[in-house]
């Protein structure tokens, strides 16, 4: 169990995670995993007591904690995690409140007290996972310069056949552009033209094959591709079986064979598949109203948690995403040492392909989104880069991250080095104000030490 220290005569605890995975318990400054570790070491929790220099950390951010507190006593939300990382591990992180009231099904217990190790379903901050799966494949083919079979600008249509030409269980009149020129490189930057959502009727509790197949004969495109932006869950499915096609092995196990497994993600899965299983005795309970309404859309269902969507449907904790996001500053774990991307492709990853002279997207079309409700974004591979409209509450033009729409935001700077991933009960904290003073908050912090 993480040690944990409670602040006193607070009517909300607070617990100060002390050490990461791997890293040896002799009370000295918890540092990056060394190279001789053994594998065991490097698979093993391992936490330490809190020594001096966790606990200037834990004081340099103690703005950052106090205002997460007050969301959670002020009744903006019942619970929440929060996890600051640098050189590669945790440097702070608290946790607060409980599960939402919402009942749950499978094990899923609304009120449940939020710990550190508590596991979120997090939403979209799943999406940067799909197309990392998606990336990889193409740098191991050799496509990242452009040559070869399998690139950016590889079309969907010659991976997913079904997806060419126009969706063929619409009339004409809806049936909108011609999908064949959409590629791998318009999904993951929303470009493609696709709409958001998928369409679908989830009463029926539909599969991932099921989803991917309305997408090909019910997906129309709103613009010609690459002229526009349109945030799509429906492009980030396609990826999904993109990667199914071209390895024969279903998105939750990839991800578990080839990213979770390499970094030491231990708590997270992407629904039921893949080798890491569910933890429901973990897992907190979202404050969905519409549920109320609409069962289909209720996130705390077994259907749901299970289905493992590939545009929302991740379970993970705050640590097993600052390891993420750290190890995307340069390609590799410095934990496990196992890396995931060479150093230039993370990098490409996180880098504007929508705001920047390059690209193809009309500089007008760069202010604001016609299509869709949400502000303007500037998109990376995947992941979304802080220089539009719609940021994450810091100064850099360079940081890069995902909000999640079941009140989930996480980000890191290559400029600093520094990662922020808070997790909450609340939907309607994602794009929040509150959200981003919190991460103004954990800059400040970071800068005074």
């Avoid at 090909?216 to 990826?239: E, H, N, V």
């Avoid at 859309?297 to 991740?314: F, V």
């Avoid at 500089?363 to 502000?375: A, D, N, R, S």
Wanted: a negative charge; hydrophobic letters at 40%.
């Amino acid at each position: 169990m993480p040690c944990s220290v409670a602040a006193p005569k607070q009517p909300v605890s607070r617990h100060v995670h002390c050490s990461w995975w791997g890293m040896t318990c002799a009370g000295r400054r918890l540092g990056i995993l060394s190279a001789h570790l053994s594998a065991a070491d490097r698979s093993t929790p391992c936490f330490s007591l809190v020594t001096t220099d966790v606990a200037e950390e834990a004081h340099a951010f103690r703005a950052a904690g106090e205002f997460a507190q007050s969301l959670v006593e002020g009744g903006r939300c019942h619970g929440l995690c929060l996890a600051v990382g640098r050189a590669g591990r945790v440097i702070y992180s608290t946790a607060l409140g409980s599960s939402a009231p919402t009942p749950g099904e499978g094990g899923l217990e609304p009120n449940r007290p939020v710990e550190i190790g508590s596991i979120w379903e997090v939403a979209s901050v799943t999406k940067p996972f799909t197309a990392l799966a998606v990336v990889q494949l193409i740098e191991r083919a050799g496509g990242l310069d452009g040559r070869g079979s399998f690139t950016l600008d590889t079309r969907v249509s010659s991976i997913l056949p079904a997806f060419g030409g126009l969706p063929t269980d619409l009339p004409p009149a809806d049936q909108g552009w011609d999908r064949s020129n959409v590629t791998l490189r318009h999904l993951m930057t929303h470009t493609s033209g696709l709409r958001d959502a998928i369409d679908i009727d989830r009463s029926g509790q539909p599969s991932l094959d099921e989803h991917l197949d309305a997408v090909c004969k019910r997906g129309s495109l709103q613009f010609a591709p690459g002229t526009d932006i349109s945030y799509s869950s429906q492009g980030i499915m396609l990826l999904a079986g993109v990667v199914e096609a071209v390895t024969g092995t279903p998105l939750p196990a990839y991800l578990s064979a080839n990213v979770f497994v390499p970094l030491g993600m231990l708590d997270t899965c992407l629904g039921a598949g893949g080798s890491r299983r569910r933890q429901p005795e973990r897992e907190m309970t979202m404050h969905f109203q519409i549920v109320a309404e609409n069962r289909s859309w209720d996130h705390n269902s077994t259907y749901w948690r299970n289905l493992g969507a590939p545009w929302g449907g991740l379970l993970t904790t705050v640590h097993d995403m600052t390891v993420f996001y750290q190890a995307m500053l340069g390609g590799a774990s410095q934990l496990t040492r196992e890396r995931i991307l060479l150093p230039a492709t993370a990098h490409l990853m996180c880098q504007s392909f929508t705001h920047r002279k390059q690209s193809a997207v009309p500089v007008e079309k760069q202010v604001g989104l016609i299509y869709g409700e949400k502000p303007s974004s500037s998109w990376g591979l995947g992941f979304r880069i802080n220089e539009a409209e719609l940021k994450f509450g810091v100064q850099s033009s360079r940081a890069f991250g995902h909000h999640g729409a079941s009140g989930a935001i996480a980000w890191a700077d290559p400029m600093t080095g520094l990662s922020m991933v808070c997790f909450s009960t609340e939907p309607s904290l994602c794009y929040s104000e509150e959200f981003n003073q919190l991460s103004a908050l954990v800059v400040e912090g970071a800068a005074s030490f």
